[in-house]
């Protein structure tokens, strides 16, 4: 079986239809001939992510879906990329950032993320409806608290939002992105180490080098606005398209409902032979995870289909990873997002679709899963 990377438009929340229903562990063909396995359920998904006889180390991997450039794989990640990193050079990276995104670090950041929002919101009242949410509010938000809080100026926006998108689109150029990106924010490194300013890269210059930065940079500046805006945008979509109404609380269950990250990522490799849920995965051999049927485990949820807001074992998903690579950014992702969507409805209680749901354009092919556009009225 070859990874699925569709979603039927007339059921745009569901999982594709060819991975439901299947074994816990089932042979994938990656489209570099490497025969390796897909886990679909919650047990199999934490034992991939948690043991430690599963290696994230990029040159022992096999991608799913072909996201990179030929060449590129089976080459080691350069310094600063810990995601694609074991420990203990992993650890090295994790610990100096992880005092960084703290709870309490990131409760502080909530009356700017407010403000953030309210702006907003008064500019799309100001327009009037229509208007196109992920370009108006779900996009924005998450991309100017990234920009404080690791110091690069929002006036760029544009640029890096470009090149982030072209990171995660199955397909996209992404040498080419890495190194546009790679280039302005060792310009802006260089800007950090002559005038340091209260920001997280001034902050890292006397403990990373300067190819460690940018690469660390990088990774929190792509990942700190790219998923929490698909997933602004697309839970707004849900909620409309669905007929239910926001509550607090429901944004855990849109993280397990919706799981944005698709597409065969985490993955992991086996360095030694390992059972997963009965199964045999022997040394060499890639496991890709598919985070949507995981996240739909019946053995975890009950009614797992169903979006439900009250639901209190939402909590369980696996949304953010599991084990040492779990996301760092979590709590600043669920600050935005309790926000996002607590200000958006209280603002505009009557807010729906502005366009037929079938008229949503769904972004499908990339490793982040949600829609282009948004149109929305009210009133």
């Known amino acids: 079986m070859r990874l699925p ?5 007339r059921c745009p ?5 060819e991975l439901r229903g299947l074994p816990p562990m089932s042979r994938l063909e990656f489209p570099d001939g490497h025969l390796g396995w897909l886990a679909t359920t919650a047990e199999a998904a934490r034992t991939v992510l948690g043991d430690p006889r599963f290696s994230a180390r990029r040159e022992l991997k096999h991608a799913p879906v072909r996201f990179t450039t030929p060449g590129e794989t089976g080459r080691p990640a350069p310094p600063g990329f810990f995601g694609a990193m074991d420990p203990p050079e992993h650890t090295r990276y994790r610990r100096l950032l992880t005092g960084q995104f703290t709870l309490r670090r990131m409760r502080l950041l909530e009356p700017r993320i407010e403000r953030i ?3 907003h919101l008064d500019a799309m009242a100001a327009a009037g409806p229509p208007v ?4 108006a509010y779900a996009l924005p938000i998450p991309s100017m608290v990234i920009c404080e809080l690791l110091g690069v100026p929002y006036e760029d926006h544009e640029f890096f939002q470009d090149r982030s998108l072209r990171l995660v689109a199955a397909g996209g150029d992404v040498a080419r992105a890495t190194a546009d990106l790679g280039a302005y924010l060792g310009e802006l490194v260089g800007r950090k180490r002559a005038e340091p300013g209260d920001d997280l890269i001034s902050g890292l ?6 190819e460690e930065l940018v690469n660390v940079a990088m990774i929190l500046l792509v990942a700190g606005h790219e998923t929490t805006a698909n997933m602004l945008a697309l839970g707004v979509f ?3 398209e669905t007929g239910t109404p926001y509550e607090e609380g429901a944004v855990e269950e849109l993280l397990r409902w919706l799981s944005i990250v698709q597409l065969g990522a985490p993955s992991r490799a086996a360095t030694q032979d390992v059972e997963v849920a009965g199964t045999l995965v022997r040394a060499g ?13 019946p053995a975890l949820f009950e009614r797992p289909d169903v979006l439900d807001p009250a639901r209190t074992e939402a909590r369980r998903h696996l949304s953010f990873g599991h084990g040492v690579h779990q996301c760092l950014g979590q709590q600043l992702a669920r ?5 996002g969507y607590g200000a958006l409805f209280e603002r505009f209680p009557g807010l729906r679709l502005a366009v037929p749901p079938e008229r949503v354009p769904l972004k499908q092919d990339g490793a982040v899963y949600g829609v282009a556009c948004l149109p929305v009225t009210w009133g």
């Open 5 to 9: 990377t569709s979603r039927d438009p």
């Open 13 to 17: 929340f569901d999982p594709p239809a």
């Open 117 to 119: 929002a309210a702006d």
């Open 132 to 135: 196109d949410l992920v370009s």
């Open 205 to 210: 210059t006397t403990d990373l080098t300067d």
């Open 238 to 240: 849900a909620l409309l």
């Open 285 to 297: 051999e890639t496991v890709a995870l598919s985070l949507p049927v995981v996240n739909r485990d």
């Open 335 to 339: 600050i935005e997002l309790r926000i």
